[in-house]
């Protein structure tokens, strides 16, 4: 050819060129459909509907009296009046983490469920999705008859309570109703944030005090709330082919990274796990991987029996074994104590309130789907 | 770049897009399955045999106990507790009284203006039971008419005191 040939349109070359453009749109569209089939695939491994969910919400408004997504365990009815709470939220510009322990306060209350007066069977004058009571100045019978107007007098009355949306989500919810079981509202907050995740695209694993949703990062409480403990890359999985007893995931931090709680709980176990040729070994010095054990640690007990493990700090943890701690909590700083070969944080999920190995499950999947990602941005 | 795709030719074309397809399904699988971090695929058994199966623990040995010699004392502090604060007939003040006998300063205060009328059971159907126990937490379960206290107790200055009241309708 010549010294046109750039730009040349010979017949031969047109060819080539319409393969392999042709070529190139069958890659896209074959890669395209697969992708979709494999995460049409990768969606229906699981029974629970809030594994699908992958977004952190999508800000549009929920709208209680269009067709509603199932929420297992939940009649339509409660998933319609959660809907109502959720709406009510929204609309008064409550962040995320509002709506869930509004739903989860009423699961407790009412079970969800518009409750009338029940007369005299009744102990007292409670009504509604949240036993609100006309005597104690909740509002008139038949005001207090209107799912709508329960919800916005809980979440005035929330707004009131200095620093709420960083409180262990049943002292919230107690600082409001004032009732004679202070602790029963925790139990509810699994399902009310999945509730609340349903209904709104991922909003249960947003930023929990940001009122426009967007994904958790740096240690923030997602309105499941859940946080990381540290902030740092994770260095090693969990049960990997090269490590299968590894029961949890490293996160590399510098020595002395203030270590927090995952969400609120209790704190069951405040140990030092530390042995060397059959002899106890001192968490307060660094460890070695010819000690076993997981140094200085502890457990924490939150809600669904989810437990907590936080090893290798650097010394005594700063709680005791008993104590309530709230979402992102100190409890200690990380070290290297115990079976560790430099400076970080191994840290342990465990469902069934099983704190052996067997209860342990991959902690990058369970922080994932409660907004706390321990990878990269939620 | 003409002269080079003139030498590929068609069949070297289909070859290099062939391949193409290829390298972008292995990539997609790739990235919707780690990048998901839902799905965890099992690893191939036969390439740990040679690890051995606790290699890389690094995590607790020798766990905690799940018996302990005090569990009867556990046991009367939740019942003492449970007795008191089914009494919502109480004049209020006498209530919260008789309540902070048994429970930590913490759960006093989160007591605070709540009216005994509220106490949503009257008598227990059954004797508690331990649910949950390390050396100086335990979680007591006891049954009452309308459904379930459960209560988390803990040790303080050396007396079970309770610090959680939980109530699970029936």
Same mark, same amino acid.
């Given at each position: 050819m010549t010294a046109t040939t750039g730009f040349s349109t010979s017949p031969a070359r047109r060819v080539t060129r319409r393969v392999i453009i042709a070529l190139g749109v069958a890659v896209l569209s074959c890669t395209l459909c697969l992708g979709g089939v494999t995460a049409s695939l990768l969606g229906g491994l699981t029974d629970d509907p809030t594994t699908a969910i992958v977004g952190c919400g999508t800000g549009r408004p929920v709208d209680p009296y269009g067709a509603l997504p199932a929420v297992a365990g939940l009649t339509e009815d409660q998933v319609r009046n959660a809907a109502i709470i959720i709406k009510v939220g929204q609309d008064l510009k409550v962040p995320p983490r509002g709506w869930v322990i509004a739903v989860a306060t009423a699961l407790q209350e009412s079970r969800l469920t518009n409750l009338p007066h029940l007369g005299p069977r009744n102990d007292h004058d409670s009504i509604g999705l949240f036993q609100q009571r006309p005597s104690?100045?909740?509002?008139?019978?038949?005001?207090? /008859?209107?799912? &709508?107007?329960?919800?916005?007098?809980?979440?005035? /009355?929330?707004?009131? *309570?200095?620093?709420?949306?960083?409180?262990?989500?049943?002292?919230?919810?107690?600082?409001?109703?004032?009732?004679?079981?202070?602790?029963?509202?925790? /139990?509810?907050?699994?399902?009310?944030?999945?509730?609340?995740?349903?209904?709104?695209?991922?909003?249960?694993?947003?930023?929990?005090?940001?009122?426009?949703?967007?994904?958790?990062?740096?240690?923030?409480?997602? &309105?499941?709330?859940?946080?990381?403990?540290?902030?740092?890359?994770?260095?090693?999985?969990?049960?990997?082919?090269a490590r299968p007893g590894h029961n949890g995931v490293d996160i590399a931090v510098p020595k002395g990274t203030p270590v927090r709680s995952a969400a609120a709980g209790v704190v069951l176990t405040v140990r030092c796990n530390a042995h060397s040729g059959g002899l106890p070994y001192s968490c307060d010095r660094d460890g070695g991987v010819w000690v076993q054990g997981c140094g200085w640690y502890l457990d924490i007990l939150h809600a669904a029996n989810v437990i907590t493990r936080y090893c290798h700090l650097r010394e005594r943890p700063y709680v005791t074994a008993g104590q309530y701690v709230g979402p992102g909590e100190v409890v200690g700083v990380s070290g290297s104590s115990g079976h560790s070969s430099g400076p970080h944080l191994h840290f342990e999920v465990h469902l069934d309130a099983d704190p052996s190995r067997l209860g342990a499950v991959d902690p990058v999947a369970f922080m994932h789907q409660v907004g706390a990602s321990l990878v990269g941005a939620a | 770049?003409?002269?080079? $795709?003139?030498?590929?030719?068609?069949?070297?074309?289909?070859?290099?897009? $062939? $391949?193409? $397809?290829?390298?972008?399904?292995?990539? *997609?699988?790739?990235?919707?399955?780690?990048?998901?971090?839902?799905?965890?695929? !099992?690893?191939? !058994?036969?390439?740990?045999?040679?690890?051995? !199966?606790?290699?890389?623990?690094?995590g607790e040995v020798a766990p905690n106990p799940t018996a302990f010699p005090d569990d009867a004392a556990v046991e009367a502090a939740a019942a003492a507790f449970v007795n008191a604060w089914l009494q919502r007939d109480l004049d209020p003040a006498d209530w919260h009284a008789a309540v902070a006998a048994h429970a930590t300063d913490e759960l006093t205060t989160a007591l605070i203006d709540v009216d005994p009328l509220g106490v949503p059971a009257t008598r227990t159907t059954a004797d508690p039971t331990i649910v949950l126990r390390t050396e100086e937490f335990a979680q007591v379960a006891i049954p009452v008419d309308s459904g379930r206290v459960l209560l988390a107790l803990r040790v303080v200055d050396g007396r079970w005191l309770v610090d959680g009241v939980d109530w699970e309708r029936a």
């Open positions: 104690q100045g909740w509002g008139t019978v038949e005001e207090l /008859k209107d799912p &709508a107007y329960q919800a916005e007098r809980f979440f005035t /009355k929330l707004l009131t *309570i200095p620093g709420w949306e960083r409180l262990p989500l049943t002292v919230a919810a107690q600082r409001v109703q004032r009732s004679a079981y202070p602790n029963a509202y925790a /139990k509810h907050e699994p399902l009310a944030a999945s509730t609340v995740d349903i209904l709104t695209g991922g909003a249960g694993r947003a930023a929990g005090a940001e009122l426009q949703l967007r994904c958790t990062s740096g240690g923030e409480i997602s &309105a499941s709330g859940w946080t990381v403990p540290v902030v740092g890359p994770v260095t090693s999985g969990f049960r990997t082919s | 770049m003409a002269g080079l $795709l003139r030498r590929i030719g068609v069949r070297g074309g289909t070859a290099i897009a $062939l $391949l193409v $397809l290829i390298l972008g399904v292995v990539a *997609i699988a790739r990235f919707t399955g780690g990048g998901s971090s839902m799905v965890n695929l !099992p690893e191939d !058994p036969h390439a740990t045999v040679t690890v051995d !199966p606790s290699e890389g623990d690094d």
